[in-house]
């Protein structure tokens, strides 16, 4: 009794956390005027090529960027499995898009969210940025802007869409990061 009672406890946490995430992720602020939009990163692939989830933040950052024209900071470092740093990768593709040169600065040198933010608002602030869009996995929005907040930036979030066969997993997952989150913050 004590093992079933264990896994019914798990699996309604699981459970709990994934809704806790779903939630915030279709409760999301309204996406506000901005000056500077800031791509968080995702896995480039071995071929050097962004990943499914990364393009699509990649596609949602290209649509906010032809709606009105903005600088675009793309952020992460290259992990031990990739060839190239994410940074790099995004700007390279962003420019083969059409979005000139000049229009965007890729952040290599971090490796997690937390960093992505801190570097991107130092550049922000090198260059008299104040309002930034975050485009990012649709899960990922809320606690990518919390952090905005921890680390001082004014933002509002673009989601870009997620495979539906990995929802389970993303929200598990995201959820399990939120915990980190909180706990960080104590």
Not at 148 to 169: D, H, M
């Amino acid at each position: 009794m004590g093992l079933l009672a264990l896994i019914l406890l798990a699996a309604l946490g699981a459970a709990a956390l994934i809704g806790f995430v779903y939630i915030k992720e279709i409760t999301l602020p309204e996406q506000g005027d901005s000056d500077v939009i800031i791509v968080l990163g995702a896995q480039v692939k071995a071929d050097g090529t962004p990943s499914e989830a990364l393009r699509r933040r990649l596609a949602a950052a290209l649509e906010e960027y032809r709606r009105k024209r903005q600088v675009i900071i793309v952020c992460g470092a290259q992990g031990g499995d990739e060839p190239r740093a994410e940074g790099d990768v995004m700007r390279d593709w962003l420019v083969a898009q059409g979005v000139p040169e000049e229009d965007v600065v890729a952040e290599t040198a971090s490796f997690n969210t937390r960093q992505n933010l801190e570097y991107a608002k130092a550049i922000m602030e090198h260059r008299g940025l104040g309002e930034a869009l975050i485009v990012t996995s649709d899960y990922h929005v809320a606690r990518a802007l919390e952090l905005c907040a921890r680390v001082g930036i004014r933002a509002t979030g673009k989601g870009s869409p997620s495979k539906p066969e990995y929802f389970l997993k993303n929200h598990l997952r995201e959820g399990l990061s939120w915990i980190k989150f909180w706990l960080e913050g104590m």
